[in-house]
């Protein structure tokens, strides 16, 4: 059995995506981040860096229980365990590899800038909305020209770059304009219509959203910490 700890972001969508797609068994832990959960003590034991997802597979290498966390490695794991959704040839492997880093380390950071520059930071913040919100649209237009050469991110088949990449690029905030990307378009479609990812919707639907008005109102240095801002700030 697969344990998740999680949340309702991107990031978490992913794992469960894939989960659902190979049909390993799992079960979900949510993990409150707004409120600070992940700095608990046995949440660290977890993961030192404190965010989710995590996992914890209670039949891991070896029989034995394995923990990981980081959604990239997460995905690799479970394309490993499950033998699917990443190609066993060398080249085409690696060029799976290559896309999902290009997530890891490119779309998911910088349209978590972009959100967070767009939804909470204070007014005057122009300069970090139009860089984040640049670099996003950028992006954007790398897969717009990758999915009109190649059917899926990663090759010609479907898998974990493909899962890595959904759940951003359907998120309503970012809003990507689909008009204007019609190879997105298509490859979203595609997904949206995947039983597997029926299945994450209506898990999504049952995880808790954050309340930022409650939360501000109830504990109000909350979003400070979760933003590293005033008190929290360490620089
Ligand atoms: N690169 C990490 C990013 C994980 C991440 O940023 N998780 C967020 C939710 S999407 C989180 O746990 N935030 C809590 C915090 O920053 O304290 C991954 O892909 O797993």
Not at 107 to 130: C, E, I, T
Not at 162 to 178: G, S
């Amino acid at each position: 059995m697969i344990e998740v700890y999680g949340m309702s972001s991107p990031n978490v969508q992913k794992v469960i995506l894939m989960l659902e797609e190979t049909g390993l068994p799992y079960t979900f832990t949510f993990v409150n981040v707004f409120t600070g959960e992940q700095f608990a003590p046995p949440f660290q034991a977890l993961n030192p860096n404190t965010k989710v997802p995590v996992i914890v597979d209670s039949d891991g290498p070896g029989g034995k229980a394995f923990t990981l966390f980081e959604s990239g490695a997460i995905l690799m794991y479970l394309a490993e365990k499950a033998g699917r959704f990443w190609p066993a040839d060398m080249r085409a492997r690696h060029i799976v590899s290559q896309w999902l880093m290009v997530q890891m380390g490119g779309l998911g950071p910088m349209s978590g800038q972009y959100v967070h520059f767009m939804k909470f930071a204070p007014p005057g913040n122009d300069y970090g909305r139009s860089r984040y919100g640049t670099e996003v649209n950028r992006l954007f237009g790398v897969l717009e020209q990758r999915l009109g050469e190649s059917t899926w991110i990663g090759g010609n088949e479907y898998g974990i770059a493909d899962m890595a990449f959904w759940p951003w690029v359907r998120n309503p905030i970012l809003a990507v304009p689909m008009d204007k990307h019609p190879t997105i378009a298509r490859w979203n479609e595609a997904i949206a219509a995947r039983p597997a990812a029926q299945r994450m919707q209506k898990w999504l639907d049952t995880v808790p959203r954050a309340d930022f008005a409650k939360l501000q109102a109830e504990n109000p240095d909350a979003l400070d910490r979760y933003f590293g801002r005033g008190k929290f700030s360490k620089v």
